[in-house]
C-alpha cells in the first residue's frame, strides 16, 4: 500500500475531487471538517488506501485523555497552480486529562467523532510534539507558506 | 451516559476548589502558557457532541485568547463539575 506523504490527499478525497472536477458527480455538500492528531510513525505507517478513521494505520489520539478532533476552518483554494488550501485560524488541541503519547501526523476528517468519519488530507508535523497531563497543543494558522500552516495540494 | 438531547445546551464548568479543567487534571499549577489556554472554572460551554465510540460528551468553549476549542469530557467529571445553564 503506499505510504502518505506530508500534505497529500486520502484516496477518498482524492476519488470525491476528481468526480467533482470531472463533472461525474455533484461536489459534496459543504460541510465542516476536523483535524485530528495520530502518533503514527512519520515514514512507511500512515497509507492514503485508508478511507476512514477506523484504518490501523491511523493511530489516532485516544478521547479518554481529553482529546478531541477540532474543527478546522480552511481558506478558499488559491488562484494558483499548484492551488493550495490551508488552515485559516489556529488549531489547540486538549486540554489532556493524560498524556496521550506523541502527535506525528495531523489527519484531516469529515466528522469530530467516530471512526467511520472519512479522511481527507495527512499533514506531517514539522516536529512531533508529546503534551503532558494538563497541556494544551497549538498548531499555527497557515499562511500558505511552506512549513506555516496545514496546506494541501492536489 | 449523557443524553444525546443535552447536544447544543450551555453548561458552566464549576469546579468547587476553582481549578481550571487542565490543572484539575495536572493535580499542579499549570505554567503560564498552559494556564492561558486551560478551561477557567466559571466558564461557559456548550455540548456540542456526544462522541460516537467513547459516547462521552464534548464540549464547545473559547479560550482566553477568544479561539474555539473542543475537549472531550469523562462522562462522571462532566456530571460532577459542569451544571445545565
Request: charged share 10%; hydrophobic share 45%; proline share 4%.
Amino acid at each position: 500500500m503506499p505510504a502518505l506523504s506530508a500534505g497529500q490527499l486520502f484516496q477518498y478525497a482524492e476519488q470525491q475531487a476528481l468526480n467533482a472536477v470531472f463533472l461525474k458527480t455533484q461536489s459534496p455538500a459543504a460541510a465542516s471538517v476536523y483535524q485530528a492528531l495520530s502518533s503514527a510513525a512519520t515514514s512507511g505507517a500512515l497509507q492514503s488506501t485508508a478511507t476512514t478513521m477506523a484504518d490501523a494505520s491511523i493511530s489516532e489520539f485516544a478521547t479518554a485523555s481529553g482529546y478531541a478532533r477540532q474543527a478546522m476552518a480552511v481558506v478558499a483554494a488559491t488562484s494558483a497552480s499548484p492551488s493550495l488550501i490551508y488552515n485559516s485560524g489556529a488549531l489547540t488541541w486538549g486540554p489532556f486529562t493524560s498524556a496521550p503519547g506523541t502527535a506525528n501526523w495531523a489527519v484531516t476528517c469529515t466528522a469530530v467523532s467516530g471512526t467511520s468519519a472519512n479522511t481527507i488530507a495527512a499533514f506531517l508535523l514539522a516536529t512531533a510534539r508529546t503534551p503532558l497531563t494538563g497541556d494544551s497543543l497549538q498548531a499555527a494558522a497557515g499562511t500558505g507558506s511552506a512549513g506555516v500552516g496545514f496546506i494541501a495540494q492536489v | 451516559v449523557v443524553a444525546k438531547s443535552l447536544v447544543g445546551r450551555t453548561f458552566t464548568y464549576n469546579h468547587g476548589e476553582g481549578l481550571g479543567f487542565g490543572e484539575h487534571h495536572a493535580g499542579k499549577p499549570l505554567i503560564a502558557e498552559m494556564r492561558d489556554m486551560d478551561l477557567p472554572s466559571g466558564a461557559k460551554v456548550t455540548l456540542f457532541a456526544i462522541d460516537e465510540d467513547s459516547k462521552d460528551p464534548v464540549i464547545q468553549w473559547e479560550d482566553s485568547t477568544g479561539q474555539g476549542r473542543l475537549t472531550t469530557v469523562g462522562e462522571d467529571f462532566f456530571n460532577h463539575f459542569f451544571v445545565a445553564v
